[in-house]
């Protein structure tokens, strides 16, 4: 095995079964920080028994398996790569540095950098341990544009004796874009006022094309307006996407948290007093159903002409 | 049954956090204490199966003197008792922290051990599989529900693939995500029922660090961005750089 490994995660998107996107990032760092310490690096790609795929001790059985004699290991942060990781964390008796968004290198050792308290924090970790873990957020890295050398695990583990047994009740086949993924997320909250007006929004994102999807603040998921996985926020999912649009949502503190990540926030409200307009490179104060609808023909003219 | 819930005093997801002097913690004068949201999920998760199945909740903290208070808290909603692992300090590492979890949890032959999938303070969301590791039981972490049968336990867990249901026995560790549902206000009767019940004490030894925390600091301050009202042309720029974004 080589001495930096990424670990690969395959997802199944609409358009077919792949790797998660957040692979070419850790590949990124990967190539950076082999050149510059001297190391060699490999995407590791881990075959398990479909009957253990899904369930994270088996997943993170074979990492710790694979990766005894490595020097770094990385995953992305998604809900799985935390779980499976902090298991061969457990495994392999080491630290891990859960939910990066940034790295350094000084005199040949890496420094991660990750938000605590929702982000009002940052702190830069060093890693005491041979293998080093390191989970990192989604689309926090550039994605690598060379070839990897992809190295195949196979899981020692019987496929007999699953710990636990996962059912998958409703996979998400088809889909589109997650809220981490996408390049542009268009949000509601509850301005929104009820689960019916969403067809602005969904308007919206169509003209902003197939990178674009979207998400919600958390009262919008407690009410069952929108699916659980559509919640951005301290307690949902933290997004970095290039463009974040918050309509009608007012900017509690728990919600920045999930959105600082964000390269540009544009904000959408009738209070010209709501927190959002705070963090926003943009801001509209007005009327979103008066608003939201405006943009999307401003856009959908832009292409026409 | 009896039930373990780990619970951990963060400060108030409201509070304003500065960093000491030292450069390696926070300032905690003046801050607001919590029982962190995911935590305080699992510890009603906990009261409801002990109320529907019979047993007892044990609501367990590793912490300086203050997170006593949080203890007091979670035996004013219900848990029938409380132990505290004194130390003086939190762990950064939370290898550290779910190790001294272990060794006061190990001994005391829980049937289920219910947490939070992650603390809203350190987010590493590390604790639930490295107990689970610790005490070599199943685990299922980021559950959004939960149904308890006898040994057989349902959970549900969101992924960005799929809906998945996990069917596993107890003994078992759970994840609990704040999703599943708002905890209860503790009632006036249970206030005062908590004053009166003693926390118990387990003496942990912390092993030593090996994350080692180089430096914490503010993020970088943001500008601030351009506000104007509908109508006033901010409308056209917000759309132009939307139609850039779209490549429309």
């Known amino acids: 095995m080589a001495e930096i490994l990424v670990i690969e995660e395959a997802v199944t998107f609409a358009a077919g079964d792949g790797t998660h996107p957040v692979t070419r990032e850790l590949c990124h760092a990967a190539d950076d920080i082999a050149r510059r310490t001297g190391h060699e690096w490999a995407s590791l790609e881990v075959a398990l028994p479909e009957a253990l795929l899904r369930d994270p001790a088996a997943f993170g059985e074979a990492i710790a398996e694979a990766s005894r004699d490595s020097w770094l290991v990385m995953m992305g942060s998604t809900s799985l790569g935390r779980d499976v990781m902090a298991r061969a964390a457990g495994l392999l008796q080491v630290p891990l540095a859960q939910d990066c968004t940034a790295y350094s290198v000084t005199d040949g050792s890496p420094t991660f950098t990750r938000p605590l308290y929702g982000g009002k924090v940052l702190v830069d970790v060093q890693l005491k341990s041979r293998p080093m873990l390191a989970t990192f957020r989604p689309r926090a890295l550039p994605a690598f544009d060379g070839v990897a050398r992809v190295l195949k695990h196979v899981a020692c583990r019987s496929p007999t004796s699953p710990v636990v047994q996962v059912d998958v009740c409703a996979a998400r086949v088809g889909r589109t874009l997650g809220v981490t993924e996408a390049d542009v997320v268009v949000s509601g909250g509850r301005g929104m006022v009820g689960p019916d007006n969403w067809h602005i929004l969904e308007e919206l994102v169509s003209v902003l094309g197939p990178r674009a999807t979207l998400a919600c603040s958390r009262p919008v998921s407690d009410e069952g307006w929108r699916p659980r996985a559509e919640h951005v926020g301290q307690t949902g999912q933290a997004i970095a996407p290039d463009v974040y649009i918050a309509c009608g949502i007012s900017g509690a503190i728990q919600h920045v948290a999930g959105i600082t990540g964000s390269k540009c926030i544009i904000a959408i409200n009738r209070d010209a007093d709501a927190p959002i307009f705070k963090v926003a490179d943009y801001g509209i104060v007005g009327d979103l159903f008066e608003v939201v609808p405006a943009l999307t023909q401003a856009i959908r003219a832009f292409g026409d002409s | ?248």
């Open chain 2, 1 to 248: 049954m009896k039930i373990a819930v780990c619970i951990k005093q963060t400060p108030d997801t409201e509070a304003r956090i500065l960093v000491a002097p030292s450069g390696c913690s926070i300032e905690e004068a003046g801050l607001t204490w919590i029982i962190s949201p995911h935590d305080e999920s699992a510890l009603e998760q906990a009261l409801q199966i002990r109320d529907r199945c019979q047993g007892r909740v044990t609501a367990v903290a590793l912490g300086p003197a203050r997170v006593k208070q949080a203890l007091r808290e979670a035996l004013a909603m219900g848990a029938d008792e409380a132990l505290h692992l004194p130390c003086d300090a939190m762990p950064a590492d939370a290898a550290v922290t779910a190790a001294a979890l272990a060794q006061a949890l190990a001994p005391r032959t829980f049937d289920l051990i219910l947490t939070g999938e992650q603390s809203i303070d350190q987010a590493g969301s590390q604790v639930p599989q490295r107990l689970a590791v610790a005490l070599g039981w199943p685990c299922v972490t980021a559950v959004e529900g939960l149904e308890v049968d006898g040994n057989s336990v349902n959970a549900e867990r969101p992924r960005e693939q799929a809906e998945e249901t996990v069917r596993f026995e107890l003994p078992a560790v759970v994840g609990i995500n704040r999703r599943i549902g708002e905890p209860r206000y503790p009632s006036f009767r249970g206030i005062m029922k908590a004053k009166r019940k003693p926390i118990g004490v387990a003496v942990v030894t912390l092993d030593e660090e090996a994350m080692v925390r180089v430096r914490m600091r503010a993020p970088k301050a943001k500008k601030q961005g351009v506000v104007g009202a509908y109508g006033s042309g901010i409308e056209d720029t917000v759309a132009a750089l939307l139609a850039g974004a779209a490549k429309v």
